[in-house]
């Protein structure tokens, strides 16, 4: 009678072993971590966003009323910012959460008369840090 030789794995169970699962739950443990961090980190930049877009939103409203002649260029002391206590946003829409906006205009003559140069600078904080946004024009009256 012959019988068949044994395979090389014939004395070891099928399946995983104690050390092999606990390295695949380590991996997995690392990347579940790695995971979560991401979702964080995406919910503030979401916010940062949001408020970004809203500050150049309000600046750039204001650029165009000065432009449409509502926010007069010659009211601003010239050389002193002046901080707007009221500035343009689009209707409806809430500031975003946890943020504060204030906008600065700034006019300086330039070396040809009647040409005033404009700097719009936005303050804004999110989850307490601040943030800056400065948009620049030109004028002529």
Not at 68 to 84: F, I, S
């Amino acid at each position: 009678m012959i019988f068949p030789s044994p395979s090389p794995r014939a004395g070891r169970p099928q399946g995983f072993t104690l050390v092999e699962a606990l390295i695949a739950l380590t991996v997995l443990g690392v990347a579940l971590l790695m995971g979560m961090a991401l979702v964080t980190q995406i919910r503030r930049d979401v916010l940062r966003l949001d408020a970004e877009r809203q500050a150049m939103r309000a600046m750039e409203a204001t650029l165009e009323a000065m432009r449409a002649g509502t926010l007069p260029v010659e009211l601003y002391k010239l050389d002193k910012p002046y901080e707007l206590s009221e500035f343009i946003t689009l209707a409806g829409v809430p500031p975003a959460h946890d943020t504060k906006l204030g906008v600065t205009v700034l006019v300086t003559l330039t070396s040809r008369p009647g040409l005033y140069q404009v700097t719009l600078t936005a303050h804004y904080s999110v989850l307490n840090t601040q943030h800056k946004k400065q948009l620049q024009a030109l004028f002529l009256k």
